[in-house]
């Protein structure tokens, strides 16, 4: 069974501090894994993806994630942390030849303090 | 830039009534989603939608659910007989390739309300 687990259900960070987001998965096939976030009132959207290239990627607003496999983890960070990145943030667990079943985590909500 | 858009943005309904939540996808999107969030759950699968069929269904989507893309450019869920448990957001998504790999456009959202 695939599934999806983000620890901590809320984290909070000093503007300029570091983020970092902590996303595990479980899954018996190789996945494709997603970052979306989901500012208030907003729909969902893609921050990054990996798809068994380059095991760091690099997403919008200055965002990346790490694939590790032997950790299966895929943790979002970035160096600084801005006010506007305050919102809620979904790692996302695909398949190839799954027809948009995709698996989301909990969630995080990110509160970034002044 | 290109979106998915959603209506209507909250509906609040008696239960036992029919709902019928619409979406418009991006225009050059062959794959359609809808998934749903119930209040302090995760964000669940409910259906996918290619070629005018339904590809994928979760355990969710029962005969109560109903799809269509009724004039090629809507793509519309309905629920026949609302329960209050059907009480969620609701989001549409679309995209240009096959969802597991690919990314998805998701709308703000249908917030239902079943009382």
């Known amino acids: 069974a695939q599934s999806v687990t983000q620890l901590g259900s809320h984290v909070s960070v000093s503007e300029g501090t570091p983020v970092l987001l902590r996303c595990n998965y479980s899954?018996?096939?190789?996945?494709?894994l997603f970052w979306y976030v989901q500012h208030p009132n907003k729909g969902l959207q893609l921050l990054l993806k990996?798809?068994?290239?380059?095991?760091l990627v690099k997403g919008i607003n200055g965002f990346e994630a790490e694939f590790k496999k032997s950790e299966t983890s895929f943790h979002l960070t970035k160096p600084s942390a801005h006010m506007s990145d305050a919102a809620e943030y979904f790692c996302v667990v695909g398949f190839s030849g799954n027809t948009g079943k995709l698996i989301f985590g909990q969630g995080t909500t990110l509160q970034v303090k002044p | 830039e290109p979106e998915v858009t959603q209506t209507p943005s909250h509906q609040v309904t008696q239960m036992g009534q029919e709902v019928i939540l619409r979406c418009v996808p991006i225009?050059?999107?062959?794959?359609f989603y809808w998934y749903r969030q119930i209040l302090g759950q995760k964000v669940e699968f409910l259906v996918s939608f290619y070629n005018n069929e339904i590809s994928e269904k979760s355990e969710i989507f029962d005969d109560q659910f109903s799809v269509e893309r009724p004039d090629g450019s809507n793509f519309t869920l309905k629920i026949r007989s609302t329960k209050l448990e059907d009480s969620a957001m609701y989001f549409c998504?679309?995209?240009?390739?096959?969802?597991?790999?690919?990314?998805?456009?998701f709308g703000e959202g249908s917030r239902l309300t079943v009382l």
């Open positions: 990996y798809t068994s290239a380059a095991t």
């Open positions: 225009s050059n999107h062959l794959y």
């Open positions: 899954s018996s096939y190789s996945p494709s």
């Open positions: 998504a679309s995209s240009v390739t096959e969802g597991g790999t690919g990314e998805l456009f």
